[in-house]
């Protein structure tokens, strides 16, 4: 069973530390002040190329994360508030000029009116291996996993006493503030980081690395699209209606020709939300800088081959990595290491997505437990139990990186 392929890698992360780990894969850590307005932490988003802050109080103590997801939540309410009940069924005529005086609103809210409550915290000491990371802190087996965790280490955080054989670690009292710890966040780790360790040490993984990505079974999650030539807020408004991280983008044959994602929200800031009447095509190709420039494509000028509707010529300036179902596992995770994706489509031999495999199917893959055995006496060719332990898996990566509120 493929549970049993991957023993040997579930054995090795069982004996690498979170420690160890955070030692040699260390990212600078990012913070925001409760305080800062919402547009300067979409600016900290993009300038790190990052999906999610910790948010601290003014004592300095975490108070909670600020992510991608939170800021399409935040855009979405403001939209309701602003356009009125039902914008949505009218938005051919929703101008640039109204979609700016909302940005602009979203941008002046506070980054703590917005933050979503953190609660995995992993303390970087010995006993917290990688692969209690992956079940107990991303919890990918359960219906709602997490992208990331800020990890606490008493050792950056604190001043530590060693006396003989007794480590004294002198944590600083909180505030008086109710439930205050005095913690602070020293550290990140992402899922891609993780899938990245794997790639670093996928001779544990010699017996899978060949096996496709049909017999695995991992490329059965669902995929949801958009016509290139719908807006942009559009597609948004999808992603936060189906909570979905993304959205692939398809011409009139269906094709795949594109991505977008909540992540893209990162590239409005204080003053371009007047984008989001561009077409998704059009929108993707500004926000990557390979087109017109923002204030040129608010203006009119449009992406080269935009009006024509030969959507695949507007995006051939961003091909977007895709897999087979014949593709093998060691494809799929060296693919994903090396260009640092969160996700990638499954297409069919006339390029049309029947799939999406994320970060959290590949970990959800590694250490999912084997199915249970059914033992009954057959009483007919068709007799089954009336039990099925079989249930859907929930494919949506909340992703947060990246549309919900990542942790």
């Known amino acids: 069973m493929a549970s049993a392929l991957f023993s040997t890698m579930r054995d090795w992360l069982a004996s690498e530390s979170l420690q160890s780990f955070v030692q040699s894969h260390q990212h600078a850590i990012v913070a925001l002040k409760k305080e800062a307005p919402l547009g300067a932490a979409l600016q900290v988003l993009a300038d790190n190329k990052i999906l999610s802050v910790p948010v601290l109080d003014e004592e300095g103590e975490y108070l909670g994360a600020f992510s991608v997801g939170d800021a399409l939540r935040v855009l979405m309410l403001e939209l309701e508030s602003q356009l009125g009940h039902g914008w949505f069924d009218r938005l051919s005529a929703i101008t640039a000029a109204e979609l700016d005086a909302v940005g602009s609103t979203v941008c002046l809210k506070k980054v703590h009116t917005a933050t979503h409550p953190g609660d995995l915290w992993l303390k970087g000491d010995a006993k917290t291996t990688v692969l209690t990371v992956i079940k107990e802190g991303f919890q990918?087996?359960?219906?709602?996993?997490?992208?990331?965790?800020?990890?606490?280490?008493?050792?950056?955080?604190?001043?530590?006493?060693?006396?003989?054989?007794?480590?004294?670690?002198?944590?600083?009292?909180?505030?008086?503030?109710?439930?205050?710890?005095?913690?602070?966040?020293?550290?990140?780790?992402?899922?891609?980081?993780?899938?990245?360790?794997?790639?670093?040490?996928?001779?544990?993984?010699?017996?899978?690395?060949?096996?496709?990505?049909?017999?695995?079974?991992?490329?059965?999650?669902?995929?949801?699209?958009?016509?290139?030539?719908?807006?942009?807020?559009?597609?948004?408004?999808?992603?936060?209606?189906?909570?979905?991280?993304?959205?692939?983008?398809?011409?009139?044959?269906?094709?795949?020709?594109?991505n977008v994602s909540v992540s893209d929200l990162r590239f409005l800031g204080p003053q371009h939300w007047g984008l989001l009447s561009l077409t998704v095509a059009e929108f993707s190709v500004v926000a990557a800088g390979k087109g017109p420039s923002p204030e040129e494509a608010i203006k009119g000028t449009r992406v080269a081959g935009a009006a024509d509707n030969k959507w695949s010529e507007v995006l051939k300036v961003l091909p977007l990595p895709t897999l087979k179902p014949s593709s093998t596992f060691g494809q799929l995770l060296e693919t994903m290491a090396a260009q640092g994706l969160h996700r990638i489509y499954i297409t069919d031999d006339d390029g049309k997505p029947v799939s999406i495999v994320t970060l959290t199917d590949v970990l959800r893959e590694i250490i999912k437990p084997e199915p249970p055995v059914h033992h009954f006496k057959r009483m007919g060719t068709n007799d089954l139990p009336d039990d099925d332990d079989e249930e859907d898996e929930d494919d949506d990566e909340d992703d947060e990186e990246e549309a919900e509120a990542a942790k």
């Open 140 to 258: 990918v087996l359960e219906p709602k996993g997490h992208h990331r965790i800020f990890v606490v280490d008493p050792a950056k955080a604190h001043t530590m006493t060693v006396s003989g054989q007794t480590v004294v670690i002198n944590i600083k009292p909180g505030t008086e503030k109710p439930e205050a710890s005095g913690l602070r966040p020293t550290d990140i780790v992402s899922q891609l980081d993780v899938v990245k360790l794997l790639a670093e040490h996928k001779d544990k993984l010699e017996l899978v690395m060949d096996k496709t990505l049909e017999d695995l079974e991992i490329f059965e999650g669902s995929v949801f699209t958009v016509h290139a030539s719908a807006t942009a807020l559009e597609a948004f408004h999808h992603m936060a209606l189906d909570h979905k991280s993304c959205l692939g983008i398809v011409d009139n044959t269906g094709k795949l020709i594109g």
